[in-house]
């Protein structure tokens, strides 16, 4: 599915676009209650066998509970259950390898990491619920695709930020057709929306330049552009508050969002800056055939004379396991001249100079 939206808030637009992902309406079968009935027995004898208090909101878990529960209840039993109803759910092949159903390491490190909390602790009434009501799975969907940690959040790079809003403002004559801009890797879209006040900032009118965030997830990709949490409602109201100035000016830049892959061949025209934030080098993309694909896709997104951006807030374990001096080689080997800048790292695509034969006209 190769989706593509402009940013809205317009409740009754969002809702149409909703149904392109999802599918609304009651998913139970005879199979997947099969399942869930199945389901519901073990954790019955779970209940009856489980010498320590059972799972609430609130509870302080230790490893003693989270040994046993995995030994009585495991999770291996479960998230199949939770995987199919959710695929069951969507018009799309959700990314569920990176979530809390594969990280979390018991039934009850799920539900301790899951924001909003589940009210049982039962599974099978969970997925029974789920199934049944269109609402609830909406909310589970994006609470479990858009952990609060995640990466999301504007100010997160301020030194980045601050460079630049002075690398763009040196240039503001520069771009006589426009300046394009991608935020790649952009997530819940908070970047994307703040490159684009940076360039409102600096004098840049809608006509002139253009704004690009991409993601290679369905649910980021609709949270992005139409700044939409249903599972956060603080979240949603301080992120729509921000950008209300951006979105309402006279004359804004052009937003857009796309499904994207870093590391693939570019399907668009290429771009004056690409940001990639949070992303290389860090728990998602550290292997050196990864890191070397992304680098490629990167470049190739560039224009002649384009700059890369790059930062993250990974811990200091990572930074050892992938140094910037490594990204650094890696955006060398693909064309790219490392620059100093602040926060992260930077990298120049140098332009390309024409040799013209002695005497050939240069037009």
Same mark, same amino acid.
């Given at each position: ?19 392109? +992902? ?29 010498? +320590? ?153 809608? =006509? ?40 309402? *000016? ?43 694909? *992304? ?5 190739? =997104? ?18 050892? =396991? ?23 790292? *930077? ?17």
């Amino acid at each position: 599915m190769q989706l593509s939206f402009a940013p809205t808030v317009d409740g009754d637009e969002i809702q149409r676009r909703l149904e392109l +992902l999802l599918v609304p309406g009651p998913l139970l079968d005879a199979p997947l209650s099969l399942r869930i009935d199945r389901l519901a027995r073990s954790f019955a004898g779970y209940a009856a066998s489980y010498p +320590l208090p059972l799972w609430a909101p609130g509870l302080v878990i230790d490893n003693e509970m989270r040994s046993l529960t995995e030994a009585l209840l495991p999770m291996a039993e479960i998230r199949p259950l939770f995987e199919r109803l959710l695929k069951k759910g969507c018009r799309f092949s959700p990314l569920l390898s990176g979530c809390y159903l594969h990280s979390s390491a018991s039934w009850i490190d799920f539900l301790q990491r899951l924001h909003p909390p589940l009210p049982l602790a039962n599974p099978a009434a969970t997925l029974s619920r789920l199934a049944e009501d269109f609402e609830a799975r909406r909310r589970f969907l994006f609470s479990l695709m858009l952990p609060h940690h995640y990466g999301g959040g504007f100010d997160r790079y301020p030194l980045q930020s601050q460079w630049l809003s002075g690398w763009l403002k040196e240039r503001a004559g520069s771009f006589i057709r426009g300046i394009r801009v991608l935020d790649s890797a952009c997530g819940s879209g908070e970047g994307t929306y703040q490159v684009a006040e940076l360039l409102q900032e600096a004098g840049y009118s809608g =006509r002139s330049c253009e704004v690009h965030g991409s993601t290679l997830e369905e649910i980021e990709l609709f949270a992005a552009a139409h700044l939409y949490f249903p599972h956060d409602p603080q979240r949603e109201r301080e992120y729509r508050a921000r950008t209300a100035p951006l979105l309402s *000016a006279a004359d804004p830049p052009r937003l857009e969002f796309y499904l994207d892959r870093v590391g693939s061949v570019p399907q668009r025209e290429p771009y004056h800056l690409v940001l990639c934030n949070g992303l290389l080098g860090g728990p998602l993309l550290h292997d050196e055939a990864g890191l070397d694909a *992304a680098f490629a896709g990167l470049a190739a =997104r560039l224009l002649p004379g384009g700059v890369l951006l790059a930062a993250d807030r990974f811990h200091a374990g990572w930074r050892l =396991r992938v140094p910037a001096e490594r990204l650094k080689e890696l955006m060398q080997a693909h064309g790219l001249t490392p620059i100093e800048v602040p926060e992260g790292i *930077a990298g120049k695509k140098e332009a390309v100079l024409v040799q013209y034969p002695k005497g050939v006209a240069r037009g």
